[in-house]
């Protein structure tokens, strides 16, 4: 600890040369041309240091820094990401808390983020079968962590493509916990509404009760929008309001890719749409947790994959059932590819472009 600087100044000295003065030095006192990103309630730039390791600061705007709203999810995340530690989570080196100068510095990713991966033509493609099943199973490893294996349990609750990174061999990592809630487990976890429009649970369309679950709805989302190569906004419409509609998976992958055909490749492919459907259901307790969905991973126990072009979605969800009032599944025992009649209108959580309610960097 060194107050020197500030009311809190705190570096991991991951190789003994990282200070207040290097940082200052290394932007040229946080210059625009440093500058790799700008969101709702900082700049993201690019530094390296005098030992010519690159990393990621994130600095709050002057403005925004006296807006207690933006004071408070800043801390936040600065207190998170120092307690936890896992691969597919993005490392915190330090961070300066300061009313004239607060930033965080993160472990630099330099592939950006899986969004707009995704949206550029070349870098799609280099992003093959392989490689998005990888990210999923990494992304999935991070929450089933931050839900069972951190005391008290963290809840995420952006989970989007925005705010999953990847470094230069294209792995993973969940990032932006600004908006992470501790769940307490013994109160009502009630709290106002965070997250990305098209990502969020329909249940928080009508309550502020915060679970897990929440975290599941949104990472079934970007399963499948890692699958397919977009938002699934389309197909979580027609799913909701025609479950039982023949549509070929096939025909929903993205189609810069050529298909896989690889038998494993294609099964993984396929355990991970069902896994998605399944998380995308509209009743909270139906839906897998976290845990579960990395078991199912590492079990690979499932019939026999036909081949990909005569797999239809509808074959893998379960038939619609009982209202979402009136549905009574409990926690582990979801069939792999439930989902359930949406009685919530979808639509209103579905994006009608990426709009953050709390801009991310």
Same mark, same amino acid.
């Given at each position: 600890m060194d107050n020197k600087h500030g009311d809190i100044f705190r570096i991991w000295n991951y190789d003994g040369n990282m200070a207040y003065e290097d940082i200052i030095k290394a932007t040229n006192d946080f210059d625009v041309s440093y500058c790799i990103g700008t969101g709702g309630y900082g700049s993201v730039y690019r530094v390296r240091l005098p030992s010519g390791k690159v990393v990621a600061l994130k600095k709050l705007h002057r403005l925004e820094g006296e807006n207690p709203n933006f004071d408070k999810s800043f801390r936040n995340e600065a207190d998170m990401l120092s307690k936890i530690r896992h691969r597919n989570i993005v490392k915190l080196f330090g961070f300066c808390l300061h009313k004239r100068c607060m930033f965080l510095i993160y472990e630099y990713m330099d592939r950006g983020s899986l969004f707009c991966i995704l949206r550029d033509e070349t870098e799609a493609v280099e992003l093959g079968w392989v490689k998005r099943v990888n990210l999923i199973k990494g992304i999935a490893s991070a929450l089933s962590y931050?839900?069972?294996?951190?005391d008290p349990p963290i809840i995420h609750r952006d989970v989007s493509s925005n705010n999953i990174l990847l470094n230069s061999h294209l792995e993973a990592t969940l990032s932006d916990f600004g908006t992470a809630r501790i769940l307490e487990l013994d109160s009502s976890n009630q709290t106002v509404i965070a997250g990305t429009f098209g990502y969020m649970a329909p249940e928080l369309a009508y309550t502020?009760?915060?679970?897990e679950k929440s975290d599941?709805?949104?990472?079934?989302?970007?399963?499948?929008?890692?699958l397919f190569g977009e938002h699934p906004r389309e197909f979580l419409s027609c799913i909701?309001?025609?479950p039982n509609e023949p549509i070929m998976l096939k025909d929903l992958l993205d189609a810069r890719l050529p298909p896989p055909t690889n038998p494993l490749v294609v099964r993984n492919v396929v355990l991970a749409t069902a896994l998605a459907l399944d998380c995308i /259901?509209?009743?909270?307790?139906? +839906?897998?947790?976290m845990q579960q969905v990395? /078991?199912?991973?590492?079990?690979? +126990?499932?019939?026999?994959?036909?081949p990909l072009h005569t797999i239809a979605v509808n074959q893998l969800v379960s038939p619609p059932v009982l209202s979402l009032r009136d549905q009574t599944c409990a926690d582990g025992t979801s069939s792999l590819s439930t989902i359930n009649e949406f009685h919530v209108d979808v639509s209103a959580t579905l994006p009608s472009s990426n709009f953050s309610i709390h801009a991310s960097t």
């Open positions: 931050l839900h069972y294996d951190c502020m009760v915060v679970t599941v709805y949104s990472f079934g989302v970007v399963v499948l929008e890692t909701s309001s025609q /259901n509209a009743n909270p307790k139906c +839906r897998p947790t990395v /078991n199912r991973f590492e079990e690979g +126990r499932r019939e026999p994959t036909r």
